[in-house]
């Protein structure tokens, strides 16, 4: 299975479906990092990782339908059949989501639909509830609002801080995001064969 992975900041996320990839956990081949930002930490694990870069600058194009039509070209060029957003700080477009139509997931840091959007774990946090979490969707033109894929709670326990709740969830990130998309590819690559 090909993927692509958009990132726009550190990248622990990519780091992890990429060491999923290496260890054979995560059976594909990352075609292409797509980053909307070129000075993001997630440029340099993608080199380390010997994974193809597209970085844009999205002010110098017209429009958010000319830099997505950019990323198509790119895509379909390396053959890409699943995107994979791990922190990619822009709503999809039409352009992107025609072209990958049920082919887009992306991870949060809550359990949706609770706390949307950006900061969703300072959310939690302010709003006091006792379990919070991670979410893998399907993509759709809402802000984190597609169907769900898979979850996974996380207590708040009363020792808690910001942090050490910011640490647990990027924990649980990094496990969950490659199994799920291990579990996809597999399941679409059944769906493939039994089409022949
Ligand atoms: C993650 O918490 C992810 O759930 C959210 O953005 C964050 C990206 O972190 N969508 P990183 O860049 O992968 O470290």
Known sequence: MNIAVFASGNGS??????DAVKEGRLKADIKLLVCDKPEAGVVERASQAGVPVFC???KSYENKAAFEKEIVEELESRQVEIIALAGYMRL???????AFDRRIVNIHPSLLPAFQGKDA??????AGVKVTGVT??????GIDTGEIIAQQPIDIK????????TAAIQAEE???????LQRLTSSISRRESEKI
């Open 56 to 58: 844009f600058r999205p």
């Open 121 to 126: 774990i300072g959310q939690a946090w302010k």
């Open 13 to 18: 996320n990519f780091q992890a479906i990429a």
């Open 174 to 180: 990094h496990r969950l995001y490659p199994d799920t």
């Open 136 to 141: 893998i969707h399907w993509v759709d033109a």
């Open 92 to 98: 999809i477009g039409d352009t992107l989501l025609h």
């Open 158 to 165: 009363e020792s808690d801080s910001l942090r050490s709740l």
